[in-house]
């Protein structure tokens, strides 16, 4: 036997040994790492990339790189964003508020999270007056946009989501962001949604579901369309609701702009909706508060869902605990704002603001009309859906009205794929840009 030779053979193993474990620790060290790392919602991936309003900010921007002359002339219809300055009481109430602040006194720190109940009152006397809405039942918030993606916490994942189509995009990217939702398609369609087509062969009026869903989402007057829903139709929801143990999420962030006093601005003017509704309003629209920032939901106290094992919980609990854990309130001077809104001058404001709104909405609509073109909405609501010439999609629409006439409207198809045909104009707009408008229009179409 060959002492030596043995030895070095077994040198020669044994640092073969080392070796492989320092291969396998690094290995172990490395896949350690790999987990450890910050793992993302992989929801987030499913969201389709050309969400609708910066698709449309890069196609005014190439346009604005290629024509800067036209540029100048540009009139933005596109974005639901309101023009108007804002009411005098609420910026007195705010300025007060703020002087309150800087003094010892009356300095206030931290306030409740569910809103002071200064304006949690105001808010039920007088947007609830007659409809047993109590102030404890209002959380107020900074945006009816945050409180419809918020409100999917105290809700079970995996839930039957119907949504109208076309539809206000933030309830489907808070869906798919929640896992909700399966994969999206080329026409922004994501499977898993129950979508209810709302056309003008429907009357934009859409059919209850065929199957069992648990959460519905309504906004009447509806953005994007402009339509109203009749007490009749909203009765048929709340009985659907109630009898498949459903939760409507009703969003009447244009409440203020609805004309005809026959037609319901509040989902708890239906008899059991306090059973089976949460409603959603905002001082954006009706009180120019879209930079300013306040909006409220209604939880009524009745309200319950499932715990999945027979028991029912109050969602206004959840909604409380929920509120108090993520938000810390909207600001002092912002609430007295909003109460402010609730005055009678600032009362008289709001409704000088509809009328400016609604002023230009009917203009919009009979320039659309004196076009030839089939006109919807505008009459509830600030919004003007229209039906695009034989031939042309909403995208092409979009185009020519940015190329032909310098004016910004909004593609019905980012609102989803029933919105293909169709552009939305707001009125939210100068009346002198809307008068301009309907001077491009009749010169381009009619
Ligand atoms: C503008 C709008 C709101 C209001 O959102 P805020 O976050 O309160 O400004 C809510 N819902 C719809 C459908 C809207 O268009």
């Not at 987990?35 to 910066?54: D, S």
């Not at 002023?359 to 609501?381: I, M, P, Q, R, T």
Request: aromatic share 10%.
């Amino acid at each position: 036997m060959n002492q030596p030779g043995q030895w070095a053979r077994l040198i020669f193993l044994a640092s073969k040994f080392a070796e492989g474990t320092l291969v396998l620790a690094s290995l172990a060290d490395a896949s350690y790492r790999v987990h450890a790392m910050a793992r993302i919602n992989e929801n987030f991936l499913k969201l389709q990339a050309g969400y609708l309003f910066p698709e449309i900010a890069r196609r005014v921007n190439a346009f604005s790189d290629a024509e800067p002359e036209k540029t100048k002339r540009l009139i933005r219809c596109g974005i639901g964003d309101v023009t108007e300055p804002l009411p005098l009481a609420a910026r007195t109430a705010m300025k007060e508020a703020v002087d309150e602040l800087g003094e010892r006194g009356s300095f206030r720190g931290y306030g409740p999270e569910q809103g002071y109940d200064f304006l949690r009152q105001a808010i039920a006397d007088n947007s609830y007056q007659g409809l047993n809405v109590e102030a404890d039942e209002v959380f107020v918030s900074d945006g009816s946009k945050c409180d419809s993606g918020n409100i999917l916490d105290i809700f079970g994942v995996g839930q039957r989501i119907a949504i109208t189509d076309p539809v206000y995009p933030v309830y489907v990217d808070t869906n798919v962001m929640m896992g909700n939702t399966g994969e999206g398609d080329e026409s922004g369609q994501y499977g898993g949604l129950v979508y209810l087509p709302c056309t003008a062969e429907n009357n934009f009026t859409p059919a209850l579901p065929q199957e069992k869903v648990d959460l519905i989402y309504l906004c009447y007057p509806n953005n994007p369309t402009g339509t109203v829903a009749t007490r009749e139709q909203l009765e048929q929801w709340v009985a659907y609701a109630r009898e498949h143990d459903a939760v409507i999420l009703y969003d009447a962030a244009y409440e203020a702009f609805v004309q005809d006093p026959d037609l319901p601005r509040s989902i708890y003017e239906i008899e059991g909706a306090r059973e089976c509704a949460i409603e959603f309003r905002s001082f954006s629209k009706n009180g120019g508060f879209t930079g300013t920032r306040c909006a409220f939901i209604v939880v009524p106290k009745e309200l319950t869902g499932s715990d999945g094992s027979g028991g029912r919980v109050s969602l206004h609990g959840l909604w409380a605990r929920r509120h108090s854990t993520k938000f810390n309130g909207v600001s002092y001077p912002v609430q007295r704002a909003a109460e402010a809104l609730y005055s009678s001058e600032g009362k008289a404001e709001i409704s000088k603001l509809v009328e400016h709104y609604m002023g230009n909405a009917a203009l919009l609509k009979s320039a659309c009309e004196n076009c030839g073109l089939d006109v919807y909405g505008g009459e509830h609501s600030p919004y003007v859906w229209v039906r695009c010439p034989e031939g042309v999609d909403s995208w092409a629409m979009f185009d020519r009205m940015l190329h032909e006439a310098q004016v910004v409207v909004t593609p019905g198809a980012g609102f989803g794929a029933a919105g293909e045909d169709y552009f939305r104009i707001s009125a939210f707009n100068s009346r002198e840009n809307v008068e301009e408008v309907c001077a491009r229009l009749g010169a381009m179409l009619g």
